[in-house]
Nanobody, 123 residues
């Protein structure tokens, strides 16, 4: 499986950004996926996850009500819509693919990772 994350960039606090993750190599709709983020001061942390069908979504408490995860199985692409962004959302965002788990917040449950895309939120 190959994952490519893109859409990062610079945004002002309160603004919005949408990340995309394009996948190839397996039947996309059968597998759960997620977004994680990492800064130099923190370990990689869970942001959001989505089931293979897209019917179930899961969020870290710090993004609930602000971020929305979704997927388009016809396009083999997952998205993360980020609204009302805060400076503390600044991080490298990674998309991940799990063969066995759906909706997991544990990074050890994910088998494949994208290269990361940098999101910077300015004050």
């Amino acid at each position: 499986v190959q994952l490519q994350a893109f859409g990062g960039g610079l945004v002002q606090a309160g603004g919005s950004l949408r990340l995309s993750c394009a996948a190839s190599g397996r039947t996309f709709s059968r597998y759960g996926m997620g977004w994680f983020r990492q800064t130099p001061r923190k370990e990689r942390e869970f942001v959001a996850a989505i089931s293979g069908s897209g019917d179930s979504t899961y969020y870290a408490d710090f993004v609930k009500g602000r971020f929305t995860i979704s997927r388009d199985n016809a396009k083999n692409t997952m998205y993360l819509q980020m609204n009302s962004m805060k400076t503390e959302d600044t991080a490298v965002y990674y998309c991940a693919f799990s063969i066995w788990y759906s909706g997991s917040a544990s990074r050890v449950h994910y088998d494949y990772w994208g290269q990361g895309t940098l999101v910077t939120v300015s004050s």
